[in-house]
């Protein structure tokens, strides 16, 4: 037990690998034990982080469970891990959306052993930039997560998949050139890779850095720092990767890139950004928050034009993203206030819900996908007296999406939204519009698919959502509620971590 | 006395090779067994010093296993062997990329004797090259591969461009020997009497004068084998002809004799002459990575690609030499070896990854009888196993985190931070244009349709095949999640580089 608990977040990262490499060894004829496997296996990870957040001490400041031991020591870069209260929350994330992905993934018939392998090794990946305390340990998690994701949409993906894989990783390994190299430069100026020893050397730099002032180069380092992350959240205009990303992937695929993936991005800038260019992420605050009024807007108009019902939901994750860049820009913008902490929790729980959120909305659409083999809205109608549970757990998983009060998505929104009136009213203001968007194509897709004339042709071909597919959603509806009802118990956690922090 | 250690890995093959000139030409299975036992030997024998060797608790500018016999002592040579940091993960290497050069030329079958016996005797030759202390034994064993090397791309090699390509690499190879050669015998004549060791030489004091005319020359001739712009053409040209051993050894080993003598002698011996030159190498360097990357990027033949990429990543080490010599006296940067150890451990890295590449090229060519792009397609689904080792290999190969690519890249681009943060800015575009050729060739090859000419001709791969992927994916791996083991190792041995710089 103290072996556990000493090595608590390792045996979380590590356990989806070593599942990975057991499967390695399984026949690939057994399908059925491989699924069974995996899913299994991922169970463990997220029972493990209910015991991490039993034992975590939301009371004290800084890192915990922290573990640090040499990796590359010809560079200073150790092995540290260690969760605060932020990455505490993206961890049982990402350890909740795991198993219900795979358990998603049961559908797959194609080559079941490397999928599995691959989306095992993605977990490691995704929770290894979560819990990351040195810059070199960061980005190399941060990157290796693209390669399974990359297989995964270019081989169990849809028919574009070739161009939208393709496009996923070059867009995501430009946007890393700069961080990679603004890393290095890091490395070389405070002689060490370790978070904590970067954040007090690198504040402290003064004179000039390579012929050039130290202001100077902070800023061309702040931006490739956003840039990079501003690529992965996404916020406009750098966005357009996503729909085809997202369209093309598999529907497991889908919910952990909107779930998780998108989240790296956003834990990017809280985690790095903010501490380490205070005065640069103050100075260009408003930017920020004029990009993620954008991307708000844009996303909403963007989902409202679509007809592909994934196309909607991936816009919608812009949209939706823009509200947790929002509470970021209020945040850098007015450090060490009220609002501040206000609209920085809020942020936070906006990528929880929406990790939530989108995940069952992707999840739905692949639903109704596999059964119709269409997508597009416009061939829909009428089918709420068809699939009538489908049609209730959509509207359900939809009034969470458009932040309908007492569901998850209303109380970090608002919380996003009250910080940030004071801060950016302009903004703000503008921004409403896009939540009105919101609210409109949400309606329209659920409309186009549930209500008016039943289009004839799905008469005795749909069935209804199947036993395995409702214990997919039965988790992610409970937590929609209980965030909705009683935010307090994920909320407290946040709120404790950002108040130490900004 | 101790165990000569080295003089048997370094003999053992060449042992082999006159072995197996002795046997009838029709006993093929006993040939390939002799090749196979010698080389393994050879490499599990190097394997044991790799590990062994952070035990010795080596100081900088010491050899471990040394051995030191007259030879011609008039001329002030002896047969003088050892390893330090920087020469043994290259003794390891070399052991790899033999045994499993051997392996993937199983099925080798127009006459194999001379085949082998030509392989061991290669094998032996590029051993003595990396464990030597002597510079005239140094060329002594560089040279004697230079005939094996010829006929083995002029005989086995691919038809269409053989002769052009083994004639171009033994010209290219001979000419910048030559010239590094002339190098060589002014050093070792500088001080009256001649003098061949390569310890004593780095206390010889040469004059300022001397180094700036005469460091140039030895690297620029050695950087010829090592493929520097804008002498790398033989390479691609040599390897594509190359039978697939010759290639993974080519340009898995031969490319990194190029560079390991071109730090060992030239940067170690004439320090001084080697900060005045740097400018010029980064611009050389800086060319090799991005300019050999945008070739790479559209050939047509699935060999030409691998070859133009060895141009480009040999590139890195040479920029790693360069960011190594120059931050170690830049003002205001405390000087650190972080340049050599990347190119270092990029020497090691590149090594496997490419003898990964040309092992798998040669499954598919074997198999497909074409290399072009356009006709190649779906093989992942005959052969995933092939499949798979050439994605890790692609990954190593774009310095993705978690694989020895990444591991060497890193300290070489924080290298050039120190000493030319502008050139660290350009270089990183190579980067980028790796992952996409790669991406591209392992999408036309692997992914996608069969070519219909092709469906039902293909067979996997056999068991020496696989045992050939796995055995270079564990370095690959494993050196990538631990950099540590390599690092530590070739550390030891830049600390010295360092030192004769006077850096530390």
Redesign the interface.
């Known amino acids: 037990m103290g072996f556990l608990i000493q090595h608590l977040l390792s045996i979380i990262l590590f356990l989806p690998t070593v599942a990975a490499l057991i499967i390695l060894f399984l026949p690939k004829e057994e399908g059925k034990l491989i699924k069974w496997f995996a899913f299994i296996a991922s169970l463990f990870p997220f029972i493990l982080t209910i015991l991490l957040w039993m034992a975590f001490q939301k009371d004290v400041p800084g890192f915990q469970m922290e573990e640090n031991i040499?990796?590359?020591?010809?560079?200073h870069s150790n092995y540290h891990v260690g969760v605060d209260g932020i990455s505490l929350v993206m961890v049982l994330l990402t350890t909740l959306l795991t198993p219900l992905s795979l358990l998603a993934s049961f559908s797959i018939k194609d080559r079941i052993k490397p999928y599995m392998i691959l989306f095992l090794m993605l977990e490691t990946g995704m929770l290894g930039v979560f819990m990351s305390l040195d810059l070199?340990l960061f980005?190399?998690?941060?990157?290796?997560g693209l390669?399974p994701m990359y297989f995964l949409i270019?081989?169990w993906g849809g028919e574009n998949r070739?161009y939208a894989s393709?496009k996923f990783?070059?867009y995501t390994?430009?946007g890393s050139?700069g961080l990679?190299?603004s890393i290095?430069?890091i490395?070389?100026v405070t002689?060490t890779f370790d978070l904590v020893q970067v954040m007090e050397r690198w504040n402290s730099l003064s004179g000039s850095l390579?012929g050039v002032p130290v202001t100077t180069v902070k800023t061309i380092i702040f931006w490739a720092f956003v840039i990079a992350f501003a690529i992965k959240v996404p916020v406009w205009p750098f966005h357009t990767w996503l729909p085809d990303a997202h369209t093309e992937a598999p529907t497991p695929g889908s919910m952990i890139l909107a779930g998780v993936l998108l989240k790296l991005g956003a834990y990017g800038f809280i985690r790095l950004v903010l501490p380490l260019f205070p005065a640069e992420s103050k100075h260009f605050a408003g930017a920020l928050a004029f990009l993620a009024m954008m991307a708000i807007i844009f996303g909403a108009f963007g989902a409202y034009g679509q007809d592909d019902f994934k196309k909607l939901v991936a816009y919608s994750s812009i949209n939706h993203m823009g509200f947790v860049v929002l509470g970021i820009a209020v945040a850098a913008a007015s450090i060490g206030t009220l609002e501040s902490r206000i609209a920085m929790s809020g942020a936070v729980l906006q990528m929880f819900n929406h990790g939530l959120s989108s995940a069952g909305m992707f999840f739905l659409v692949g639903v109704i996908y596999e059964r119709a083999h269409t997508r597009k809205l416009s061939d829909f109608g009428g089918l709420f007296p068809l699939v009538p549970v489908f049609g209730g757990l959509l509207i359900f998983v939809s009034m969470a999406s458009l932040g309908l009060p007492g569901l998850n998505g209303f109380v970090s929104e608002f919380m996003v939204v009250r910080g940030s009136w004071p801060v950016f009213t302009l903004i703000t203001a503008l921004s409403m519009i896009g939540l009105l968007f919101t609210g409109i194509y949400i309606l329209k897709g659920i409309k186009l698919v549930l209500h008016g004339p039943l289009n004839e042709r799905w008469v005795g071909h749909l069935t209804d959502i199947n036993v395995r597919e409702v214990i997919v959603l039965v988790p992610l509806a409970a937590l929609i509620v209980l965030i909705g009802v009683y935010p307090a118990w994920i909320l407290d956690v946040i709120n404790k971590a950002v108040t130490m922090l900004f | 006395m101790q165990f000569p250690i080295l003089s048997v890995i370094i003999f053992l093959p060449l042992a082999a090779g006159i072995l197996i000139l002795m046997y009838p030409a029709e006993r093929k299975t006993e040939i390939k067994a002799t090749a196979l036992a010698a080389t393994a030997i050879s490499f599990l024998l190097s394997l044991w010093l790799f590990i062994a060797f952070p035990s010795y608790n080596l100081q900088p500018g010491k050899y471990l296993f040394e051995q030191q016999f007259n030879w011609l002592p008039n001329f002030g040579i002896s047969y003088h062997v050892g390893v330090d940091g920087l020469s043994l993960p290259m003794v390891l290497l070399t052991g790899i990329v033999g045994v499993t050069g051997v392996m993937i030329s199983w099925r080798v079958d127009d006459r194999p004797r001379e085949f082998f016996a030509f392989l061991m005797f290669l094998v032996t030759s590029v051993f003595g090259v990396f464990v030597s202390l002597d510079l005239f034994m140094l060329f002594f064993f560089f040279e004697i591969a230079v005939f094996p090397k010829y006929l083995m791309i002029a005989i086995w090699g691919w038809p269409k461009t053989r002769d052009y390509g083994s004639l171009k690499l033994t010209l290219y190879l001979f000419i910048g020997s030559m010239v590094a050669l002339l190098g060589v015998l002014a050093m070792a004549l500088y001080g009256g009497k001649p003098n061949f060791d390569m310890i004593s030489l780095e206390n010889a004091g040469f004059s300022m004068e001397f180094q700036r005319l005469w460091f140039p020359v030895v690297f620029v001739g050695f950087g010829i084998l090592a493929g520097m712009f804008p002498f790398h053409s033989w390479a691609p040209d040599g390897h594509v002809a190359a039978p697939t051993a010759i290639s993974m050894l080519l340009a898995g080993v031969e490319m990194k004799v190029g560079a390991f003598a071109a730090l060992r002698i030239a940067i170690m011996l004439l320090p001084q002459g080697a900060k005045i030159w740097a400018p010029v190498i980064i611009v050389l360097a800086t060319i090799n990575v991005v300019y050999g990357a945008l070739i790479a990027l559209v050939q047509t033949d699935f060999k030409y690609v691998i070859g133009f990429s060895s141009v480009s990543h040999m590139g890195l080490v040479l920029l790693g030499f360069a960011a190594g010599v120059s931050q170690s006296f830049a003002k205001g940067i405390t000087p650190s070896a972080d340049g050599f150890i990347g190119a270092g451990m990029q020497m090691f890295s590149h090594g496997v990854m490419t003898a990964m590449f040309f092992a798998i090229v040669g499954m598919v060519y074997d198999r497909a009888h074409t290399r072009d792009l356009d006709k190649l397609g779906g093989m992942a689904k005959v052969m995933p196993f092939a499949a798979i080792g050439f994605i890790i290999a692609g990954l190593v190969s774009m310095g993705m985190p978690g694989f020895s690519g990444f591991a060497a890249e890193f300290p070489i681009f924080m290298g050039l931070w120190r000493a030319y943060p502008a050139v660290a800015i350009i270089a990183v575009i190579g980067v980028i244009i790796t992952a996409a050729y790669i991406l591209r060739v392992v999408n036309k090859v692997f992914f996608g349709e069969m070519n219909p000419e092709l469906v039902g001709h293909i067979t996997d791969i056999g068991i020496l095949d696989k045992v050939t992927i796995v055995l270079l994916a564990v370095f690959m791996i494993g050196f990538g999640i631990f950099p540590s083991l390599l690092s530590n190792v070739v550390g030891s041995g830049m600390m010295h580089v360092l030192q004769l710089l006077g850096g530390a």
């Open positions: 040499p990796w590359f020591p010809a560079i070199m980005f190399l998690f941060w990157e290796i390669v270019n081989q070739n393709l990783i070059l390994m430009a050139l990679l190299l290095q430069l490395g070389v002689g390579l």
